[in-house]
C-alpha cells in the first residue's frame, strides 16, 4: 500500500545555508522544496502542490512580506509564516496580522519549535481543505436534497387533499369534508367522529395538509393501540433513569412534531388520569417529560379522533367534558359507509386503482353485477373493508374485469334491500316545506342517484327514469346536477357524451 504522501513545504531564504539546515530540520516530516529568491519561490509554487511557504523576512530583492502577500494573492489557500530577526513580538504582530501571515517564527529559530509550528500548520491547511470541500459539496447537495424534500412535502400535499376523498357528488361525505376544508385554515383543534374505516386518519391528513402547518410533520397515533402506562412516554417523551427499562432519554412525538400535527386516534380511549395531562398541554402549549423537572414549550395543533359517542360518554362523566369541550369545537361527523352507499362504485374503482397499482396487476374494472353486488351490502368494516374486498377480489381475479363470483358469499348475500335504509332520503322527506318544494328536493335526488347508479351514462338513467333524453337534460339544469364521475370509463361501458 502506498505511503501517505507527505506535507509539501517550501522554504525560502536567501542564505544558502539556512535554507539547508531548515530542509535538514524538516525532511523527515515533509517533503522540502527550496528557493533562494522570491521570483523563484513563485514559479516552484506555479509548477507544485505546496501547503505551506516558510519564508525568511529579510532578504535580497523581494522581501519575505512581499513574497508572501503576493502569495496570499495568488494561492490564497496556502498557509504562510515568516521568520524573523525581530525579537519583540509587539513588533511584528501588527505585520503578521496585515499580511495574513499564520504564524512567525523568531530567530534564532528552534528546530522543536519549528516542527511544532509547521505540523499544526499543516493539519490546520487539512482541516480548512475539509471545510471547503465540505462546503462545495453541502451548495451542490444542498438544493438537490432541499428539492427532494419539497417534492416529497409536494406530493404528500396533493396526496392528501380534500380532492383525494373519493365521494360522490350526492354523498354526505361533502358536508363533511367541507367543515373539514373549513377548519383546516383556522389553528384550532379538531374533533373527528366516525365508526372504523370511515376515513378518520385520511380527513385528519388533509386538514394538516391544507393547513398553514403543511409543511411541519404529521404525526398519527392510535391511542387505543398504546398500553395507558406507555402513553405518556410516548406522547410527552421521557428522561433516562424516569422509569425500569427507560435506558435513554427519549422525546415524545408532541415535541418531535413541534410546529406540525399530531393526530390521536381513538382518543376516547385514554385513561382519565391522561385526560387530564392532555388537557393541560392543550391549555398551556407546555408538555413535561416523563421523570423531567421542567417544562418545554412545544407548539402543536392536536386533530382527535374516535368512533365512540364521546359526547356522550362526556356527559356520563366517563370522558373529562373540559377536554371533550377543548377539542370539540366543531366536530366533524364522517357518515358509516352504509350511508351513503352512493359512494361505493366511485371508491370500488377508487380502490382497485390503488390496489392493482400497488400490486402492479392490470385490472380494468367491475361487471355491472358486481358492482350492483358492493353496493347492496352494509360495509360494518366501511372503507377499509370494502379495499379489503377489493384486495382478495384481485388475487383471485383470472381476467381483467372482476365479476360478482369474486366477492365473499356473506357478502353476496346480502340483500340491499335488507340493508338500512338511507337516512338521507329520509331526511330529503322529512325536511320541512311546501309539499311542491319536498317532491322537487326528492325529484333531484332519485335523478342523481339514478345517474350515479348508471354511471354517467344519461341515456341508460333517462331509460330507466321513464324519461327522453331531452327530458332528463332539462331535469339535470333545472336541478343544477353536476356530471356525475364517469365511472363507465374504467369500467369498460362507453360513457354517455351527448352533448
Ligand atoms: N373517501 C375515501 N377515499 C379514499 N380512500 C378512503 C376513503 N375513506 C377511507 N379510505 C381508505 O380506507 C382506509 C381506512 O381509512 P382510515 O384509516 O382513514 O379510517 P379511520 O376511520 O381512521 O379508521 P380507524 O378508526 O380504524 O383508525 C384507508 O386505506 C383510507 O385511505
Redesign the pocket.
Known sequence: MADTPLPAILVVDDEHLSVEAIKRTLEDDFEVFTATSGAEALSILENQWIQLVLCDQRMQGMSGLEVLSEVRRRWPEVLRVIITGYTDPNDIIDLVNKAGIYHFISKPWHPEELLLVLKNGTQLYKLQREHDRLSVELKLLGPSVQNRLDEQRRQLREGFNFD????SPVSP?NAACDMAARIAGFDVPAL?L????????????AIHYCSLRSDKPFHAV?CGAIPSELLESELFGHRKGAFTGAHAHRIGLLEQAHEGTVFL??IGDIPQAFQVKLLRFLQEGEIRPVGSNSTLRVDVRVIA???RDIAREAAAGKFREDLYYRLAISPIS?PPLRERIC?VPS?AN??LE?VTARHDIKISGFTDEALDRLCAYPWPG???E??NQITRMVILAEGRILSADLIEPHILRADGAQSPPEPLIDRFIGEGGLLRDRVERMEARIIRETLIRNRGNKSRAAEELGLSRVGLRAKLLRYEIEEPVKLSLISGDAPDDDP
Open positions: 383525494n376523498i373519493v365521494r361525505l373527528i366516525g365508526e372504523t374505516g370511515t376515513g378518520k386518519e385520511l380527513i385528519a391528513r392510535n386516534d381513538e379522533a374516535t368512533n364522517i359512494d371508491l377508487s380502490l390503488r366501511n372503507v377499509r370494502l379495499e
